[in-house]
C-alpha cells in the first residue's frame, strides 16, 4: 500500500500566498486599524522580516562558494578547447539579451508606475548617488578581497570567485582539496536554503498578508501587472531568442526542439529547480535531441550554474518596477550597471529555488535603490520562480544542441526523428526526480 505523499514546497507556498491574500482582504475590511497594526507589529512583521532576513543573510557566501565551484567544474580549459569558450560566451550574450529585454519592456510596460503607495509597507528610503559606469568597472578588482566579502561588494566578489576559479582549473589535481572544501560548503549552503525556504510558506503569508491589510485588494492588481511583464518577457526569451538562436546558430528547427523538449520544462516548472532537472535534460538531449554526451555532459551542468536567463529577466523586470515605485528614475548609467550586475549575478545563481531573491539584492544595492523593496515582489515570486526555471533549463538545452551542431556531433537523424515524449515519460521523470 502506497504512503501519502507529502505536501511539496510549492503548493504549501501558494497555499501560504492564497490564504495570506484571504487574510489581508477580510482584515483590511473587518478588522479595525489598531488590530492590524498589532498584528503586524507582533505577527506578521517580525515573520515576514526573519524570513527576509534569512535570504539576504546568504547572499556573500553563497555567490563566494557557487561561483568558485562553478568555474572550477570547467575543468581542463584548454582541453575543452572551443566548446568551452564557444559555451562561456554564448551563455554570457544570452544573458545579457534577457535582461536588456526585461528593462525595454519594464520600461515601456511601467509596471510600477502610480505604485507608491505600497512603499507604506516597506519604509521610507532616499536614494544614493549611482556610480560612474566606468569606475564600476575599475572597482570590480578587489583591492582587499576579505574586505569585499566582509562589506558585501558583490561584483568585487563575483571577480575574485571567477579568478579563484579559473586558477584552480589552471593548477589542476593539487589544487583539488581546497575545490572540494569549497564545493562541500556550498552544499551545505544549498542546504540552508532548503532550510529557510522550508519557512517560505509562513514567509509569503505574513508578507503578502501585511501589504494587502495596510492597501487593500487593490494592490494585487500592481503585482499582477508585474507578474505579467515577467511572464511576456520569459516567453519572448524562451520562444523568439532561444527559436531564432537554434535557426540561426544551430542550423537546426526550432519546432521539432520544443515538440521534444516540453516534458522536461514541466519538469523544471514542477520542481523550480535548474539542478533537480539536470538527469532529465541530459536524457533527453542525448536520447530525443541527439547530442552527444561528451558535449552535453559540460554544457548542461554547466548551465544549470552559470545561465540562469529567467532569473535574469526577472532582476531587471524587479529593479524597473521597485524604481517606478520609489518614484526614482535610473540613468543610462544604472540601466548599464542592472545589465552588468545581473549579468555577472546570474552565473553566481545556485539551481535552486528561492536563490533569485538573493541575486536580486546585489544588483539592488549596486544601483542604489532599497533591498527591503524585494517585500514589494516577494508574494507572487515562487510562481514566477516556477516559469522562470522552466526558461532557464530551455535555455542549456538549446545551446547544448547549437553546441553540438557547431562541432558538426549533432545526430540529426534523431534530432528530426518523430520521437516525442509521451504523458507517461513525464510521470515517470517527477516519480525519479521525487525518489531521489
Not at 180 to 195: D, P
Not at 376 to 392: E, K, Q
Amino acid at each position: 500500500m502506497k504512503s501519502e505523499k507529502k505536501m511539496s514546497l510549492t503548493i504549501k507556498i501558494l497555499l501560504g500566498l492564497a490564504l495570506g491574500i484571504i487574510f489581508g482582504i477580510i482584515a483590511n475590511i473587518t478588522f479595525e486599524k489598531s488590530l492590524n497594526e498589532s498584528i503586524i507589529k507582533w505577527v506578521l512583521g517580525p515573520a515576514g522580516t526573519v524570513f527576509l532576513r534569512g535570504i539576504k543573510m546568504l547572499v556573500v557566501p553563497l555567490v563566494l562558494c557557487s561561483l568558485i565551484s562553478g568555474t572550477a567544474s570547467v575543468g581542463d580549459i584548454k582541453k575543452l578547447g572551443r566548446v568551452g569558450i564557444k559555451t562561456l560566451v554564448y551563455y554570457t550574450l544570452t544573458t545579457a539579451i534577457a535582461i536588456t529585454l526585461a528593462i525595454v519592456l519594464a520600461s515601456v510596460i511601467k509596471p510600477g508606475v502610480g505604485g507608491t503607495e505600497l512603499l507604506s509597507s516597506v519604509g521610507d528610503f532616499k536614494a544614493a548617488e549611482a556610480p560612474f559606469i566606468m569606475d564600476v568597472f575599475v572597482n570590480m578588482v578587489p583591492t582587499n578581497p576579505i574586505k569585499s566579502l566582509v562589506e558585501g561588494e558583490m561584483l568585487q566578489i563575483i571577480t575574485f570567485s571567477i579568478l579563484f576559479g579559473i586558477a584552480a582549473t589552471m593548477i589542476g589535481k593539487a589544487a583539488e582539496p581546497v575545490i572540494n572544501i569549497v564545493k562541500q560548503t556550498n552544499e551545505v549552503l544549498l542546504k540552508i536554503i532548503g532550510i529557510v525556504m522550508a519557512f517560505a510558506p509562513v514567509g509569503v503569508f505574513a508578507l503578502i498578508s501585511k501589504v494587502i491589510m495596510i492597501q487593500g485588494a487593490d494592490v494585487l492588481l500592481k503585482l499582477l501587472k508585474y507578474g505579467v511583464t515577467i511572464i511576456l518577457v520569459l516567453a519572448i526569451q524562451a520562444i523568439i531568442v532561444y527559436g531564432l538562436a537554434l535557426k540561426v546558430l544551430g542550423r537546426v528547427n526550432p519546432i521539432k526542439f520544443f515538440k521534444k523538449f516540453w516534458p522536461v520544462m514541466v519538469v523544471a516548472f514542477s520542481t523550480s529547480s535548474s539542478n533537480a532537472t539536470i538527469p532529465v535534460n541530459l536524457e533527453t538531449c542525448e536520447e530525443k535531441l541527439g547530442v552527444p554526451n561528451s558535449i552535453a555532459s559540460f554544457t548542461i551542468p554547466l548551465g544549470a550554474t552559470i545561465n540562469m536567463d529567467g532569473t535574469a529577466i526577472m532582476q531587471g523586470v524587479a529593479t524597473v518596477f521597485i524604481a517606478q515605485v520609489y518614484g526614482l528614475p535610473l540613468t543610462i548609467n544604472q540601466l548599464m550597471m542592472v545589465v552588468l550586475t545581473a549579468t555577472l549575478a546570474s552565473v553566481g545563481t545556485a539551481g535552486v529555488p528561492g536563490v533569485g531573491l538573493i541575486t536580486l539584492s546585489m544588483v539592488l544595492q549596486q544601483v542604489g535603490l532599497p533591498v527591503e523593496g524585494i517585500t514589494l515582489v516577494l508574494g507572487i515570486d515562487r510562481i514566477l520562480d516556477m516559469i522562470r526555471t522552466a526558461v532557464n533549463v530551455t535555455g542549456d538545452a538549446a545551446a547544448t544542441v547549437i553546441m553540438a551542431n557547431s562541432e558538426s556531433e549533432l545526430d540529426l537523424d534523431i534530432y528530426n526523428s518523430n520521437n516525442t515524449a509521451t504523458d507517461i515519460e513525464i510521470e515517470e521523470c517527477v516519480l525519479e526526480l521525487e525518489e531521489a
